[in-house]
């Protein structure tokens, strides 16, 4: 399983970012995938997941309405589109998967929200 973020940078507050991690070694169209993210001294937490097919989507509550997780199957890639970005939204942002029960992480793509 190999799965490659990007799309990472500083931003402004209130800016935006779209963050796409492609992923690999496993049937992707088959998995529900989630972004974590993990900031300095803090534990890493779920910010957004989309099921298999991409119906179904759920958002950690102080994202709501500001990112967007989609996918798509025939490229093998999940999407996180992140507006109104705001200071606490900086971390690392993971794509996860878990297949066969196990989780998989990628290397993390940096997301910093400062003026």
């Known amino acids: 399983v190999q799965l490659v973020e990007s799309g990472g940078g500083l931003v402004q507050p209130g800016g935006s970012l779209r963050l796409s991690c492609a992923a690999s070694?496993?049937?992707?169209?088959?998995?529900?995938m989630r972004w974590y993210r993990q900031a300095p001294g803090k534990e890493r937490e779920v910010v957004a997941s989309?099921?298999?097919?991409?119906?179904?989507?759920n958002y950690l509550e102080y994202v709501k309405g500001r990112f967007t997780i989609s996918r798509d199957n025939a490229k093998n890639t999940v999407y996180l589109q992140m507006n109104s970005l705001k200071p606490e939204d900086s971390a690392v942002y993971y794509c996860?998967?878990?297949?066969?029960?196990?989780?998989?992480w990628g290397q993390g793509t940096q997301v910093t929200v400062s003026s």
């Open positions: 070694g496993f049937t992707f169209s088959s998995y529900t």
């Open positions: 996860n998967v878990r297949p066969w029960g196990r989780n998989y």
């Open positions: 989309i099921s298999s097919a991409g119906s179904s989507t």
